[in-house]
């Protein structure tokens, strides 16, 4: 297929940009900081819309941003190359309406992407999933509420794909309660309660595994233990107390 450049000057910018004969794709080269260096590419369907953008930012002759749109001309998606090493390393999707609907990180620089988190109505933040093995699968997961204050957070601390320990988070945004499951049977087992400036108050053990507290241990301010109760006959009652000296 035969092809011809153009170069035009207008308004002080300077474009080059190939035509195929087809008109099949229209590329735009721009210098978008006047020094003489080209920095921007536009891509172009026959029929003028912008499929393409991309970007060389830091001027060091390399491609490191991606913006993609769709068949309406709306962005679908965007990569970044943020530490310069010519892989991109962060992409953000959005939606058929335009809202950010996700965004994927390779923190690590690595090649995989083990950061994700995920948006909905107003580019709300929603989720955060965590794969800190790199194994492919996610161990962490963050939610948040309105105003993107952390609600909760789950753990899988032996990477076996289930959570075995859950953080619970007040409407301050503190932490108020974590929940573990020791014995691996997918369900809680010990509660850590906290208080005022993060400081543990009390926590709570279920040795039977019924699903309820048998066992309670009292924290003073300075941390230090100061009663044990125990309900030895499991009916939901303390029938027995150590109090620390």
């Known amino acids: ?33 006047f020094d003489g260096k080209i920095d921007q590419w536009q891509h172009k369907s026959a029929d003028g819309l912008l499929t393409k953008t991309t970007y060389d930012t830091n001027q060091d002759g390399m491609v490191d941003q991606v913006e993609k749109f769709g068949a309406s001309g709306k962005l679908k998606r965007v990569e970044f190359d943020t530490n310069a090493d010519g892989k991109m390393d962060q992409v953000q999707f959005y939606s058929a309406k335009g ?18 988190e995920f948006y909905k109505g107003n580019d709300q933040l929603h989720r955060i999933e965590v794969d800190e093995n790199l194994d492919g699968n996610p161990d962490v997961w963050q939610y948040f509420g309105s105003g993107g204050k952390i609600e909760r957070v789950e753990i899988d601390s032996d990477h076996d794909g289930k959570a075995d320990r859950w953080d619970n988070y007040d409407s301050r945004g503190k932490l108020s309660k974590v929940a573990f499951d020791s014995d691996k049977d997918d369900k809680p087992d010990q509660w850590q309660i906290f208080g005022v400036n993060n400081k543990l108050e009390k926590v709570e053990y279920d040795s039977n ?37």
């Open 1 to 33: 297929m035969n092809s011809k450049i153009i170069i035009c000057f207008m308004a002080s910018v300077f474009f080059v940009f190939s035509v195929s004969q087809s008109q099949a794709e229209e590329v735009v080269e721009l210098d978008s900081d």
């Open 99 to 116: 809202g950010l609907i996700r965004i994927e990180k390779d923190n690590e620089f690595s090649g995989k992407f083990s950061v994700k």
């Open 209 to 245: 595994q019924d699903g309820k507290a048998d066992r309670w241990e009292h924290f003073d301010a300075s941390g230090k233990l100061s009663k044990t109760e125990l309900d030895r006959n499991f009916d939901g009652k303390p029938d027995m107390v150590k109090r620390a000296k």
